[in-house]
């Protein structure tokens, strides 16, 4: 191989190696812009990732929360369930018995009410058999007289 050819393929591949080097500069350059976008991406996932953190903050609040509601409620459920079995009782042992004393006595009442109504209807009854023998002595009276 002579001098010549020598620098003809020393050439051909410096020019393939500046070509290569221009191809290097430009995914270099568009490396860069795909970096500085991922960049934004991550700095974006970054606020993401603390609103997140910052809305698990209020959700475990909220949990803590309803946990001490939800306690509460069953305590009052109980006091409610304590008092519904107290008013039962209270109906059962009470109140009933009170109220047959009232039938009772009511009972008696209207026995009583009916006696004294029959004793009103004999009453009335002798009443206008006393008008009519008033009146037919007054007419006896009358004709005699």
């Given amino acids: 191989m002579t001098d010549s050819q020598k620098l003809d393929l020393l050439l051909t591949k410096v020019g393939n190696i500046e070509t290569d080097v221009a191809e290097l500069k430009t995914d270099v350059a568009e490396l860069k812009e795909d970096m500085v ?3 934004a991406d991550v700095a974006e996932l970054k606020t ?7 809305d698990m903050v209020e959700v475990k609040a909220d949990v803590a929360e309803l ?10 459920v109980a006091i409610l369930k304590r008092d519904v079995t107290g008013i039962r009782l209270t109906i059962d042992n ?3 018995v ?3 004393r ?3 006595g009511h009972l008696d009442l209207v026995r009583h009410l009916k006696e004294a109504g029959r004793k009103d209807s004999e009453m009335e ?3 206008v058999r006393v ?5 037919d002595v007054r007419e006896l009276r009358h004709q005699f007289a």
């Fill in 37 to 39: 976008e991922v960049k």
């Fill in 48 to 54: 993401d990732v603390a609103e997140l953190k910052a």
């Fill in 67 to 76: 946990k001490a509601d939800v306690s509460e409620l069953k305590t009052d």
């Fill in 94 to 96: 009470e109140l009933r």
């Fill in 98 to 100: 009170n109220i047959m």
């Fill in 102 to 104: 009232v039938a009772e």
């Fill in 125 to 127: 009854m002798l009443t």
């Fill in 131 to 135: 008008n009519v023998l008033e009146r």
